[in-house]
T-cell receptor, first 115, second 113 residues
Framework: DAGVIQSPRHEVTEMGQEVTLRCKPI?????LFWYRQTMMRGLELLIY????????DSGMPEDRFSAKMPNASFSTLKIQPSEPRDSAVYFC?????????????FGSGTQLSVL | SQQGEEDPQALSIQEGENATMNCSYK?????LQWYRQNSGRGLVHLIL?????REKHSGRLRVTLDTSKKSSSLLITASRAADTASYFC?????????????FGTGTRLKVLA
């Protein structure tokens, strides 16, 4: 398996623009997580899905952020409109069953810069 | 809020020395995991310890867990330059059947050759 695949690797956009980050989890993994990493706040869990259904989105910072998982092999995280404070590295991770201690597999991340 | 807090925030040691990192957390857990992150890369799982375990080994890694103190430590023995990375603990938190891992702030380890 190729692992968790994220795209794009880097994204530079201007304030106010819409940004869409994409993630392909490992085949067979039932759980998908979106994290955001910054120097100030570390790794923050934004939202996670189980079997394509959003389970906990309490970490989504505000209504400008939305995430979808239309099928088991694809998820998107959208920011509209984007702001400079959204600049961060966004990671997607997938797992079999975290409740029994299955490990998370992370993608390489998307480095987002909002100017 | 972050569940885990690592200590120290940064650590610099000579190759061959041991490195110890600590993690404290706030609520009851089912298990605790340690991850490594190389610069510019995603996190990679190192080791998992369950709440009913006190110590676990994997190669040069040794993890301890003290649930009474809500703390864990990661020991890397005979460190190598390639161990230079950030290390994070992650704790699961279950509520009403939901599962999610919360990561600490990380320890930046630098191993000098």
């Amino acid at each position: 398996d190729a692992g968790v695949i994220q795209s794009p690797r880097h994204e530079v956009t201007e304030m106010g623009q819409e940004v869409t980050l994409r993630c392909k989890p490992i085949s067979g993994h039932d759980y998908l997580f979106w994290y955001r990493q910054t120097m100030m706040r570390g790794l923050e869990l934004l939202i996670y899905f189980n079997n394509n259904v959003p389970i906990d989105d309490s970490g989504m910072p505000e209504d400008r952020f939305s995430a979808k998982m239309p099928n088991a092999s694809f998820s998107t995280l959208k920011i509209q409109p984007s702001e400079p404070r959204d600049s961060a590295v966004y990671f997607c991770a997938s797992s079999l069953a975290p409740g029994i201690g299955e490990k998370l597999f992370f993608g390489s991340g998307t480095q987002l810069s909002v100017l | 809020s972050q569940q885990g807090e690592e200590d120290p925030q940064a650590l610099s040691i000579q190759e061959g020395e041991n490195a110890t990192m600590n993690c404290s957390y706030k609520t009851s857990i089912n298990n605790l995991q340690w991850y490594r992150q190389n610069s510019g890369r995603g996190l990679v799982h190192l080791i998992l310890i369950r709440s009913n375990e006190r110590e676990k080994h994997s190669g040069r890694l040794r993890v301890t867990l003290d649930t009474s103190k809500k703390s864990s430590s990661l020991l890397i023995t005979a460190s190598r330059a390639a161990d230079t990375a950030s290390y994070f603990c992650a704790t699961d938190r279950t509520r009403s059947g939901t599962y999610k891992y919360i990561f600490g702030t990380g320890t930046r380890l630098k191993v000098l050759a």
